[in-house]
DNA sequence: TTAATTACAGACTTCACATATCCATGATAG
DNA sequence: CTATCATGGATATGTGAAGTCTGTAATTAA
């Protein structure tokens, strides 16, 4: 039970994304080289992005991915779930089943760690990241 | 990222046993019955939840799986964790990495389920099954 | 129009781990 | 002594993560 490295990967990548200008697209090539990950496997996690509409991308040359909407609103929770997918933790005894007590806590439990990834905001980090820079 | 079955049949079987009484061993064949697994796996499971101290086992006739100590603290936590180790969900960059604002957030976002899971035990559920079981 | 650049899609490989199964061994009650 | 029961190790087997490779499509620059 981990979370992949590609979340690790997709949440270093939109926390550069917002540290970086935001407004001009910036290739895989140039993205994938700050967390020694190869271009084509980076491409594949952020196209998830882009289909959750996190970001958009832009072919040809200049192009590559770009924020995209309100990106300040954008938390934690909205990459693991473009990236790991919005299912459930904990598979219990048949596929729906609300009248298990156990499946019910281990809801809820996730649900605690769910809302605590909702109310936290990458530009927030962003944010703290530049702060810390300037300042010792 | 998911939960393994055998956390699943753990807490079950713990519940289980919690049920039913305390005292005396249950056999392992006896325990799998309930939950369509093979007695030889469970019993690999159950031979983890002996080791972290949370039941004990008996050899021979009549012997089996029996609750231990102060089996009434025991929380969903202690059972994952025996199963599932204790590992962090999140690995980040490098393998020590306090810096990293990316990875803080996600300790404190698991120590969020985590304290759910601790605060949440067993026999309470049991309780709440024996009881809805007696009243309609 | 051509060439260079860039993202995208699919097939594929590799590896680690979950999920078992099987059998030998050891402990214990009757 | 024998039947019963847990334990340990070896061994499949399936699944998903992680990553590579290659062709295709889109876009810009020349």
Redesign the interface.
């Known amino acids: ?5 590609a979340t ?1 990967y997709a ?2 990548t939109m ?1 550069h994304m917002m540290a970086a200008s935001p407004d001009k697209p910036i290739g895989v090539q140039s993205l994938s080289e700050a ?1 020694r990950v190869s271009p084509t496997y980076l491409s594949k996690i952020l196209t998830k992005l882009v289909k959750a509409g996190l970001i958009e991308s832009a072919s040809g040359a200049n192009g590559g991915y770009r924020l995209k909407g309100r990106y300040e609103d954008i938390s ?1 929770l909205d990459i693991i779930h473009a990236v ?1 997918g919005t299912a459930s ?5 048949g596929s729906v089943n609300s009248e298990c ?2 499946h019910q ?2 809801l ?3 649900a ?2 769910e ?3 909702r109310n ?1 905001r990458i530009i927030d ?1 962003a944010k ?2 530049e702060h810390s820079h300037r300042h010792g």
């Open positions: 039970m981990k979370y992949s490295k690790n949440l270093h926390m967390q934690f790991e933790l904990f598979d219990c005894c007590l156990i806590e281990m809820s439990a996730e605690a760690m809302e605590k990834l936290t980090l703290r990241l």
